[in-house]
C-alpha cells in the first residue's frame, strides 16, 4: 500500500511564477490536509480539503494561494506570483476519517525554493 | 485552542545513552498527543501517538513518551540511542475529533560516537 506521495520534491521558481504542488492521497484515503514548514519552525495548518470540498481553509494566505481536491486526480495546492517568503517545506497528510484519534500520514514533502 | 511547548531545541547525546525529548502542551479538552520524527530531507514519520488510553504509550524503534496531564507533558525517552535516531523530533497535539494538528518547533538530536 502506496503511503502518500507528493510531487516534485523539490521545486525552484523565480519571483512572479507560479507553483503548483501534488499530492496523492494514500489508498482509500479521502481527507487531505496541507501544511507548511518555514525555516526553523514547526509545521503549520493551511488547508483541509475533502472530494471536491474545502473545509477548512483558515490557515492558508487570503491572497495567492489555493487548493483544490478534484474528484479524480491528486490535491493541488497553488501558489501565484511567489514570493521568496514563500520559500518552505510544504508537506501534506492525508487520513482515512477526519478529526478524532486517527493519524495523519505525511507524504515526503515538496521543497519550494523562491530564487 | 491547543499549543505545545518543546523545551529542548537541541539535544546532544552520546551513542548508548538515554534519550530525553521535553514536551509541554495546553489544551482546552482531552487532547491526542503525537510524537512524529523527520530525518533529513525525509518525511515525517509517526513515532507513537496517545489517545486517551494507556498513559505510557510505546512506539516504533524502542521509543516510549509517558502522558502526565498534571503536568501538561508528555516526554519521549529511549533508553539507549542509536546513531540512526538522528533526527528532528515533533510534538503534536490536537484536541479530540479536531484535525488540524498543532505541531511544536522541533527538536534536534545529535548522537555522538
Known amino acids: 500500500n502506496a503511503g502518500v506521495m507528493q510531487n516534485p520534491r523539490h521545486l525552484v521558481r523565480r519571483r512572479g511564477q507560479e507553483a503548483r504542488l501534488r499530492c496523492s492521497p494514500m489508498?482509500?484515503?479521502?481527507?487531505v490536509y496541507w501544511y507548511r514548514q518555514l525555516p526553523e519552525e514547526g509545521l503549520k495548518f493551511m488547508v483541509y480539503?475533502?472530494?471536491?470540498?474545502?473545509?477548512?481553509e483558515s490557515g492558508m494566505p487570503k491572497e495567492r494561494f489555493s487548493a483544490e481536491f478534484p474528484k479524480e486526480g491528486p490535491s493541488i495546492l497553488r501558489i501565484q506570483q511567489v514570493v521568496r517568503g514563500d520559500s518552505a517545506a510544504y508537506f501534506c497528510?492525508?487520513?482515512?476519517?477526519?478529526?478524532?484519534?486517527?493519524?495523519?500520514?505525511f507524504g515526503p514533502g515538496t521543497r519550494l525554493t523562491v530564487l | 485552542a491547543q499549543s505545545v511547548t518543546q523545551l529542548d531545541s537541541h539535544v546532544s547525546v552520546s551513542e548508548g545513552t538515554p534519550v530525553l525529548l521535553r514536551c509541554n502542551y495546553s489544551?482546552?479538552?482531552?487532547?491526542?498527543l503525537f510524537w512524529y520524527v523527520q530525518h533529513p530531507n525525509k518525511g515525517l514519520q509517526l513515532l507513537l501517538k496517545?489517545?486517551?488510553?494507556?498513559?505510557l504509550v510505546k512506539g516504533i524503534n524502542g521509543f516510549e513518551a509517558e502522558f502526565k496531564k498534571s503536568e501538561t507533558s508528555f516526554h519521549l525517552t529511549k533508553p539507549s540511542a542509536h546513531m540512526s535516531d538522528a533526527a528532528e523530533y515533533f510534538c503534536?497535539?490536537?484536541?479530540?475529533?479536531?484535525?488540524?494538528?498543532?505541531f511544536g518547533a522541533g527538536t534536534t538530536v545529535t548522537v555522538r560516537a
Open positions: 489508498k482509500g484515503h479521502s481527507h
Open positions: 489544551s482546552s479538552y482531552s487532547p491526542s
Open positions: 503534536v497535539v490536537s484536541d479530540l475529533d479536531d484535525y488540524k494538528l498543532s
Open positions: 496517545y489517545t486517551s488510553a494507556a498513559t
Open positions: 480539503l475533502q472530494k471536491e470540498n474545502i473545509i477548512d
Open positions: 497528510a492525508s487520513s482515512q476519517i477526519s478529526g478524532g484519534p486517527d493519524t495523519q500520514y
